[in-house]
């Protein structure tokens, strides 16, 4: 089975990181969030892999060449971003004769048995219930547990099921199908093209849709549910969360991870917190936060923190969102 990860979206809501790096390449835990995307599929079963890109693609290109050379994965280019619909669309010719395929999201980190999921008869939704259904696309469900609509962002919600991100999807030629109508109309109104708007197509032609709910779900698109993903799988990741243990004249209170040739200098580090290749650290405290490679801070303390690659920071207090190549004194 194919898995189609659409990661062309230009991720403004995580600016000003997403100037210089997309989006599913920001580190949780340790790994990008589009390498926990990959493994967790890869583990479920998932031998073929469809990326869509957009948004400083190469990048997305050059990682996974680099760090999953055996990867069995073909590229689409989605030139003008026209919404996930076309997104999706635009992948037909690479999925071929394709019964069934799986869609994930890739700003989308899911906790669920996923070879549960994929071994589902039919088509499927993953869905959580959520506080403010207007945010998202969402799910009406019948008596039977079949989707009877399915509502992108709706005004006034009639229920609280949100899709999580994650689709598997029977009938191939209906689902596109209903995406080239969907496109059609989106164009011809100006509009983006929702795949939700082509689920509803399919179900309207008698397509059934059944519905997963998920243990948690994590869409990785805003800082604080960034931070809220890197603190729940660093937990996860790291044994010995109630340890603290010396290193190098500082304190490390796990869970944290760091990379190669890190220092730390009379620094408490920790908890919740990942760090990147050659970070030095000197009389600063940080924590529940996510440092690039090649951070320097000194006399800082940080929490809840989000610092790109290169940037420097002396003489601060405060909860950051620094990006990349920034230097910030507070020193003087």
Not at 145 to 171: C, Q, R
């Amino acid at each position: 089975m194919k898995a189609i990860i659409p990661v062309a979206g230009a991720g403004v809501n995580l600016r000003p990181h997403t100037y210089t790096q997309p989006k599913p390449l920001i580190p949780v835990a340790g790994k990008p969030i589009i390498s926990f995307i990959i493994d967790q599929l890869a583990d479920a079963g998932i031998t073929e892999f469809v990326f869509v890109l957009g948004y400083l693609g190469e990048k997305i290109k050059s990682y996974l060449s680099k760090n999953y050379p055996d990867l069995d994965v073909t590229y689409v280019y989605q030139e003008d971003r026209k919404g996930l619909g076309h997104a999706i669309k635009l992948t037909k010719e690479a999925i071929g004769k394709e019964d069934e395929i799986i869609i994930l999201l890739g700003d989308t980190i899911i906790d669920m048995d996923m070879k549960e999921f994929i071994s589902m008869k039919g088509s499927a939704l993953a869905i959580q219930k959520v506080k403010d259904p207007r945010k998202f696309g969402v799910v009406e469900v019948n008596e039977k547990g079949f989707v009877t609509k399915v509502i992108e962002k709706p005004s006034i919600p009639k229920s609280n099921l949100a899709i999580a991100g994650l689709y598997k999807i029977s009938n191939l030629p209906k689902l596109y199908k209903a995406l080239d109508k969907v496109y059609e109309r989106a164009i011809a109104n100006g509009k983006e093209v929702h795949l939700a708007e082509g689920l509803m197509e399919m179900i309207k032609d008698n397509v059934k849709f059944r519905t997963y709910q998920v243990s948690g779900w994590y869409d990785c698109g805003k800082k604080e549910i960034l931070l809220e993903t890197n603190k729940m799988l660093l937990q996860r990741r790291v044994s010995d969360v109630g340890t603290q243990f010396i290193f190098n004249h500082s304190i490390i209170i796990p869970p944290v991870i760091f990379g190669k040739s890190c220092t730390f200098t009379n620094a408490i580090v920790g908890p919740h917190v990942t760090i990147g290749d050659n970070v030095h650290i000197e009389n600063s405290f940080i924590s529940d936060s996510i440092l690039g490679d090649y951070v320097q801070i000194s006399g800082a303390v940080l929490t809840k923190s989000v610092i790109g690659n290169d940037a420097v920071i002396k003489g601060l207090s405060q909860s950051l969102n620094i990006g990349d190549n920034n230097e910030i004194d507070f020193s003087s």
